[in-house]
């Protein structure tokens, strides 16, 4: 475990065990939170598995749903959420469960126990995956280094360079260079070093993208679920930040054409891909404002005020990482002020 996630066990932890997350949820006046999950799979993740901070299993979203309920939250809808952060009246506390990238797990594992706890949610389509044609950029770079004890690939100054990636901690030491090498790069240079680095692997992209996210016949099943609202992820998945004003436009229209064309409707909430400050920002938000849609949410972490009312195109969530699925952490988890107060958000 990095140091990061370690220094954040050790916060909860300390919160758990100081037991002041109660007084904290009944004196905040933050309105609610919404969490932000993308993968729901049943096995425990691989020794090398850096992407396992988005993987929860079904049995842990089945305990926040019936804990957060008990703590007396209610588990709302984003259109409910809307509702109540721009009332001028306070009520009860509400939690969102928002799900990004359409991931095929979701369907498997997910849904029936959305379904069973009769519990509302969004989940957000970025429509050039469904299509299958995206690039699941960050799994495939694990796909490929969990399988080799060592790897090529071309430098900043287009050298070979060859790293080891025999044990566990070459694999993640590899993983952690490679990732934010490709997250630094612009757009269109980090689909190209992924689609030549993994081919030289074996791996095709566009059947990669197949395996892990839903067609649109499989998508059709949330459509129809009374439960779920589909939300907008742009179409490419790409860090908006990065991009012309008029590309940021376009990802996000034709993401809701797109659907539209499917279904018939368009989405008027939106997920801002990975939604970082260094992915999206103020730029961002005004555009997702200018075209009219209801909310946009990032994944910088912190809870809901009446103060969005006014930054419903900004809104913070706060992620149900998968290193951190121990139930005594659903309370802080869900008591949103305390990552507020870090983030200034």
């Given at each position: 475990?990095?140091l990061?996630?370690?220094t954040y066990?050790?916060?909860f932890?300390?919160m758990?065990a100081?037991?002041?997350?109660?007084?904290?949820?009944?004196?905040?006046?933050?309105?609610?939170?919404?969490?932000?999950l993308?993968r729901?799979?049943?096995d425990?993740?691989a020794?090398?598995?850096?992407?396992?901070?988005?993987?929860v299993?079904?049995?842990?979203?089945?305990?926040v749903?019936?804990?957060?309920r008990?703590?007396?939250?209610?588990?709302?809808?984003?259109?409910?959420a809307?509702?109540?952060?721009?009332s001028?009246?306070?009520?009860k506390?509400f939690?969102v469960?928002?799900f990004?990238?359409?991931?095929?797990?979701?369907?498997?594992?997910?849904?029936p126990?959305l379904?069973?706890?009769?519990c509302p949610f969004?989940l957000?389509?970025?429509?050039?995956f469904?299509?299958?044609?995206?690039?699941?950029?960050?799994?495939?770079?694990?796909?490929?280094?969990a399988k080799?004890s060592?790897?090529?690939?071309?430098?900043?100054?287009n050298?070979?360079?060859y790293?080891?990636t025999?044990t566990v901690?070459q694999?993640?030491?590899?993983?952690?260079?490679?990732?934010?090498?490709m997250r630094n790069?612009?757009?269109?240079?980090?689909?190209?070093?992924?689609?030549?680095?993994?081919?030289?692997?074996?791996i095709?992209?566009?059947?990669?993208?197949?395996?892990l996210?839903?067609?649109?016949?499989?998508?059709?099943?949330f459509v129809?679920?009374?439960?779920?609202?589909?939300?907008?992820?742009?179409?490419?998945?790409?860090?908006?930040?990065k991009?012309k004003?008029?590309?940021v436009?376009r990802?996000?229209e034709?993401?809701i054409?797109?659907?539209?064309?499917?279904y018939?409707f368009?989405?008027?909430h939106?997920s801002?891909?990975?939604?970082r400050?260094?992915?999206?920002?103020?730029?961002?938000?005004?555009?997702?404002?200018e075209?009219?849609l209801a909310s946009?949410?990032?994944?910088r972490?912190g809870?809901i005020?009446?103060?969005h009312?006014?930054?419903?195109?900004?809104?913070?969530?706060i992620s149900l990482?998968g290193r951190?699925?121990?139930?005594?952490?659903?309370?802080?988890l869900?008591t949103?002020?305390?990552?507020?107060?870090?983030s200034?958000?």
């Open positions: 475990m990095s990061k996630y370690a066990r050790v916060f932890e300390i758990w100081s037991q002041v997350t109660h007084l904290i949820r009944a004196l905040s006046r933050a309105r609610g939170v919404i969490f932000t993308h729901v799979l049943p425990a993740p020794d090398f598995s850096p992407n396992a901070i988005l993987q299993t079904p049995q842990y979203l089945e305990y749903i019936i804990r957060v008990e703590l007396g939250i209610d588990i709302v809808s984003m259109d409910e809307i509702e109540r952060i721009r001028t009246e306070a009520g506390k939690v469960l928002s990004d990238d359409a991931y095929k797990d979701n369907l498997v594992h997910a849904l126990v379904q069973r706890q009769k969004i957000y389509v970025p429509t050039a469904v299509d299958g044609v995206g690039r699941v950029w960050w799994q495939a770079l694990e796909d490929v280094i080799q060592a790897i090529a690939y071309s430098n900043d100054n050298e070979m360079v790293a080891d025999n901690a694999k993640y030491q590899t993983y952690t260079r490679l990732y934010w090498r790069m612009p757009e269109d240079q980090r689909i190209d070093f992924v689609s030549e680095f993994t081919k030289g692997y074996g095709n992209m566009d059947q990669h993208c197949r395996d996210i839903m067609d649109w016949k499989q998508l059709k099943t129809d679920e009374p439960l779920c609202t589909i939300g907008a992820h742009t179409v490419h998945h790409y860090e908006l930040a991009l004003a008029e590309h436009l990802e996000i034709q993401s054409q797109v659907i539209r064309s499917q018939g368009d989405p008027v939106l801002f891909p990975i939604g400050l260094q992915s999206a920002g103020n730029r961002e938000y005004k555009i997702a404002k075209l009219g946009a949410v990032t994944t972490p809870a005020y009446y103060r009312k006014d930054q419903l195109t900004s809104l913070p969530r990482n951190f699925q121990e139930h005594r952490y659903v309370e802080i869900a949103g002020e305390i990552f507020s107060l870090f200034g958000v």
